[in-house]
């Protein structure tokens, strides 16, 4: 299957820093989509991208998609506890997404 | 309003016990996916069926099968648990196989097989 690297896998912050995370891959995608999994939950959909350069907003999360079209970007700003959970990137080719391997986030409050 | 629901939400199998995961959904989707959630390996799919009546193996189909039975339930079989499936399953819907606007997701099942 295609490969996602996401990066960091893991990032324990202050309350109130800012966050960035991002995901590359060496096949071109045509969509770019954000989750967060809570723990015990499934993945929900935070941010869904579909044009390189695109940059989107949803509160206090802003993604954008690469120009290459191989990476994307998330960036979480003035994190709150409530951030904590794990995020994964997911590339859309073909028929199917495929996703990344998630980054772990902690906030310290 | 449940959207996706997954049924058992926990399960222990001892080695070479059989199940079914069940899986259904009310958003009216046509395509329907299993995948498995392990530490470090991200999600990989394991069965998928673009429609009613469709199945197809994706990354890690081996130990498994899978039944389509209606439009809305898709359910995934281990014949023979093995340890190496001790793993959380997660099954997600879409509009279908080419629909870019994502997939909505159950809350998962957690399976231990001892």
């Known amino acids: 299957g295609q490969q996602l690297n996401q990066s960091p896998q893991s990032m324990f912050i202050q309350e109130g820093e800012d966050v960035s995370m991002n995901c590359t891959s060496s096949?071109?995608?045509?969509?770019w989509l954000w989750y967060k999994q809570e723990p015990g939950e499934g993945p929900v959909l935070l941010i869904a991208?579909?044009?390189?350069?695109e940059l989107t907003s949803n509160g206090r999360l802003t993604a954008q998609f690469g120009i290459t079209r191989k990476d994307s970007f998330l960036n979480i700003s003035a994190s709150i506890p409530s951030d904590v959970g794990i995020y994964f990137c997911a590339g859309h080719a073909g028929n199917q997404f495929y996703f990344g391997t998630g980054t772990s986030l902690t906030v310290i409050p | 309003n449940a959207g996706v629901t997954q049924t058992p939400k926990f399960q222990v199998l001892k080695t070479g016990q059989s199940m079914t995961l069940q899986c259904a959904q009310d958003m009216n989707h046509n395509s329907m996916y299993w995948y498995r959630q392990d530490p470090g390996m991200g999600l990989r799919l394991i069965y998928y069926s673009a429609s009613e009546g469709t199945t197809d193996k994706g990354e890690v189909p081996n130990g498994y099968n899978v039944s389509r039975l209606n439009k809305r339930e898709f359910s995934l079989r281990l014949e023979s648990a093995a340890p190496s499936q001790t793993s959380v399953y997660f099954c997600?819907?879409?509009w279908g196989p080419g629909s870019n606007y994502g997939y909505t997701f159950g809350s998962g099942t957690r399976l231990t097989v001892v």
């Open positions: 096949s071109i995608f045509n969509t």
């Open positions: 997600a819907t879409s």
């Open positions: 991208l579909y044009k390189a350069g």
